[in-house]
């Protein structure tokens, strides 16, 4: 089969259905090419929670992009200012986003949010992860995150589909492009193979939509280094890294930080922990600034309170990656049992071993005894308990020691004692390829390759290291619009 369009979008992810939103409201034709089958489609976006971090002057500002909850009247959700945004990319990814990038993410985020509302996209407040409940009974959002999608990842990939058919984009299923076809040097389409067979489609511009390379082993070895094999794979099992490669091939410019990625701490022990697509985003732990994180000789080897999990938690499965057997545990007491996340820590069948000691837990986990024991009572001697604990604030209730923790340290020691194994879950990686902020890919002296376009995953230089939360949505949707709006 042979077609030709005006734009082609390789990827229907979030970022590609936003590019193939804004060319069909100006009038082009379009087909996006989904890897994924009807039952595997969706990208990475499939599996997120659905948080977009954006601007907001606070509750007021957001009801008309929020569906009503009766909770509103006892919400608290403080502002969120351009300032903040952009001060937070720069702390997290330690001063190396690009800053034109940074600068049109933050500015231009909750027009996105509003416009893909008014194409029938649904967000909520974000109760279940970003609120805690104060003694008052109000409930008060903090970390800069407080909008999502209704149904999380599945509902905005549900939402994006049913978008799409309205404004006439054609999307096809199973399609694995592997050509990108060119002209002298420009690219004038894709080739692809399906259930059918081998197929091309020329256009007169091609989105890349297709995220990073984190599935392929091969690759996370490669650039992200050595060990990186052992990762698993959160999301989409499709994103290879073949069209960034076959960019490259072409004279395209590798953007951003190859050497990082977006990891987290992921049930190590479920079966079925990769590419989950029932469990999705559940499969993390993310209440660990609550407890203390020990690897398998029972010592502690990072700050679990340096901040809110919105700015630690997608650099931390890196640190767990290097320890011995890429394992560690999360541990916590009866007493703050209760305030982890539901949806994370009480599914049926997922990684937790329960004990009445400390040492009893030890023996369970296969962790030195003597060793895991001194480390909590250690920890446990170090809190300082006359600041009050406090997981709305950064606290600074700390244990002050050699490897301390900054905030929000409470004892170990009211059984039964609880641990659940994570190792890394490897997100996105954060390397693409250079483009302008429009999307357009470059090429090492600057010249745009003609014809071509990259955005989400596949564009890089917004991140290195770390990452807020919810910003990856938020530049797919800034950058997919902005790609979409000129191919």
């Not at 957001?62 to 909850?69: A, G, I, R, S, T």
């Not at 280094?225 to 490669?245: C, E, I, M, S």
């Not at 997981?391 to 020691?413: C, F, H, M, Q, Y």
Request: hydrophobic share 40%; proline share 4%; aromatic share 8%.
């Amino acid at each position: 089969m042979h077609s030709s369009v005006d734009v082609v979008v390789v990827g229907g992810g979030n970022a590609g259905f936003c590019a193939a939103h804004a060319a069909r409201e100006r009038g082009r034709s379009v087909v996006l090419l989904e890897r994924g089958d009807v039952g595997m489609a969706g990208g990475n976006s499939y599996y997120t929670a659905g948080a977009t971090r954006i601007t907001h002057d606070g509750l007021d500002d957001l009801v008309d992009v929020v569906e009503p909850d009766e909770r509103h009247a006892a919400t608290v959700v403080p502002p969120y200012t351009a300032q903040e945004y952009r001060a937070d990319l720069e702390k997290v990814t330690e001063g190396r986003t690009d800053p034109a990038m940074a600068d049109t993410v933050v500015a231009e985020a909750a027009a996105g949010v509003r416009w893909l509302k008014g194409l029938g996209l649904r967000y909520r407040l974000m109760y279940e992860r970003q609120a805690y409940e104060r003694p008052d009974g109000t409930l008060l959002f903090w970390g800069g995150l407080h909008v999502g999608n209704v149904d999380g990842g599945v509902g905005l990939i549900e939402d994006h589909t049913k978008a799409a058919a309205e404004l006439g984009t054609e999307v096809r299923y199973g399609a694995r492009v592997h050509d990108l076809l060119t002209d002298d040097d420009r690219v004038v389409g894709v080739r692809y193979t399906d259930a059918a067979g081998t197929h091309e489609v020329r256009a007169e511009s091609v989105v890349i939509a297709s995220g990073g390379f984190e599935s392929s082993p091969e690759l996370r070895e490669r650039y992200l280094g050595t060990g990186w094999a052992n990762a698993k794979v959160r999301g989409t099992p499709f994103n290879d890294g073949a069209l960034l490669l076959a960019a490259l091939e072409l004279g395209a410019a590798r953007g951003g930080d190859w050497s990082t990625a977006h990891s987290v701490q992921w049930d190590a022990f479920t079966p079925q922990n990769e590419s989950n697509r029932e469990l999705t985003n559940r499969l993390t732990r993310q209440s660990y600034p609550l407890g203390i994180i020990v690897n398998r000789e029972g010592r502690r080897f990072l700050d679990e309170g340096a901040d809110f999990r919105n700015y630690t938690y997608a650099k931390y499965g890196a640190r767990i990656l290097a320890q011995p057997g890429a394992v560690a545990y999360q541990l916590f007491d009866a007493a703050l049992r209760p305030q982890l996340r539901a949806e994370e820590y009480e599914m049926p069948g997922i990684s937790e071993v329960v004990a009445d000691s400390v040492e009893e837990l030890a023996a369970a986990l296969g962790i030195p005894v003597d060793a895991l024991s001194a480390t909590v009572a250690d920890f446990n001697a170090a809190v300082d308990r006359d600041v009050p604990f406090d997981p709305t604030v950064k606290d600074g209730r700390a244990a002050n020691l050699d490897v301390p923790k900054s905030n929000w340290a409470a004892p170990i020691e009211t059984a039964p004692f609880y641990a659940y194994p994570v190792t890394c879950g490897i997100t996105f990686t954060f390397g693409g390829l250079q483009g302008d902020l429009d999307g357009r890919v470059l090429r090492a002296d600057g010249t745009h390759l003609a014809g071509l376009f990259a955005c989400g995953e596949a564009l890089g230089g917004l991140f290195s290291a770390n990452y807020p939360g919810g910003t990856g949505l938020a530049a797919g949707i800034v950058f997919g619009r902005r790609a979409g709006a000129v191919a």
